[in-house]
């Protein structure tokens, strides 16, 4: 003979407390995910394992090559060179915030913009095979998978501070000044690096379960360069497409990036608030998203 549930009037008649209980749980598993001191606090447990795995990441990726670490930036300065030529040559672009409409200058503001791209670039485009090609670590061992996304954002910020590097001393080089507010630099790059760990927590999870989420990444990410002011100033878009620019979450970033370290203004502090707002909630989701899927990972792989 079979039980039947407890039950209490409600509104519609008899109510399962048994559902009741379910749907509570599972509210409060996903606020607890939510949780930006659970994810810091988690993130404080595993920081010797995000330590190890980003420097097996640097070192692995140019291990046995010749140019070692210089490869890091030699990539950027290539793409620099061609886009140099393409849209400060050949289109003769500019842009107005710059104090000298020379080449040297455009190239630089240029170089800030590939800077921002190339860091998002490389953590959106690692992430759909990121779990896929660690089944062991899902089947086989207790890992905290959470912690792969850090090693592949802290990669991508190594290679991303030289480039940071080389930008400074060009822009030395050229104008012969270091502006005081490069001193802002990370709280600049803070949104970035929000935005990208978030995306990439997202994206590792979707990977699992949808393998074509690499194809359409890669799509996006060739998309995102002309959706981004890289190649020209917010001002040169007509006001019908300038809002779309504008939500960019990556347009602030490339903005406050070239006004610090290029023409020694202050970010618009305003609009960093913002950013900071809208990319924590992307950080926070893409961390919930994982944490509430990774369950599955084992079944499916």
């Given amino acids: 003979m079979t039980q039947a549930p407890e039950s209490r009037p409600g509104h519609g008649g008899v109510r399962p407390l048994t559902t009741v209980t379910l749907i509570t749980a599972h509210f409060d598993s996903v606020v607890r995910h939510l949780n930006p001191v659970s994810l810091l606090q988690g993130l404080w447990r595993n920081r010797n394992l995000i330590r190890e795995l980003t420097r097996r990441d640097i070192e692995g990726r140019y291990r046995g090559s010749f140019l070692g670490l210089l490869w890091s930036f030699v990539n950027s300065l290539m793409l620099l060179a061609v886009y140099t030529f393409a849209f400060g040559v050949v289109f003769k672009g500019r842009w107005p915030e710059s104090q000298r409409q020379d080449l040297g200058d455009f190239a630089l503001t240029l170089f800030c913009g590939l800077i921002v791209l190339n860091a998002f670039g490389e953590c959106a485009n690692r992430a759909g095979g990121l779990i896929v090609s660690v089944p062991n670590y899902v089947k086989k061992v207790v890992f905290p998978l959470e912690v792969l996304p850090l090693s592949v954002?802290?990669?991508?910020?190594?290679?991303?501070?030289?480039?940071?590097?080389?930008?400074?001393?060009?822009?030395?080089?050229?104008?012969?000044?270091?502006?005081?507010?490069?001193?802002?630099?990370?709280?600049?790059?803070?949104p970035l690096v929000f935005l990208s760990l978030g995306t990439?927590?997202?994206?590792?999870?979707?990977?699992?379960?949808?393998?074509?989420?690499?194809?359409?990444?890669?799509?996006?990410i060739q998309v995102l360069p002309f959706l981004t002011?890289?190649?020209?100033?917010?001002?040169?878009?007509?006001?019908?497409?300038?809002?779309?620019?504008?939500?960019?979450?990556?347009?602030?970033?490339?903005?406050?990036?070239?006004?610090?370290?290029?023409?020694?203004?202050?970010?618009?502090?305003?609009?960093?608030?913002?950013?900071?707002?809208?990319?924590?909630?992307?950080?926070?989701?893409?961390?919930a998203w994982f944490m509430k899927t990774k369950k599955a990972f084992a079944d499916v792989l």
């Fill in 153 to 190: 954002l802290g990669s991508a910020l190594f290679n991303a501070v030289v480039s940071l590097i080389v930008l400074a001393l060009a822009n030395l080089v050229l104008t012969g000044t270091v502006h005081a507010t490069l001193m802002l630099l990370p709280l600049v790059c803070g």
């Fill in 200 to 220: 990439t927590w997202l994206l590792a999870s979707l990977g699992v379960f949808i393998r074509d989420i690499h194809y359409a990444v890669v799509l996006c």
């Fill in 229 to 287: 002011p890289v190649f020209y100033p917010v001002s040169a878009v007509p006001e019908p497409f300038r809002t779309i620019i504008l939500l960019n979450p990556l347009t602030p970033v490339v903005q406050d990036l070239r006004a610090i370290v290029l023409w020694g203004l202050l970010p618009n502090f305003k609009a960093l608030g913002l950013s900071f707002l809208v990319t924590g909630l992307v950080m926070l989701f893409g961390y």
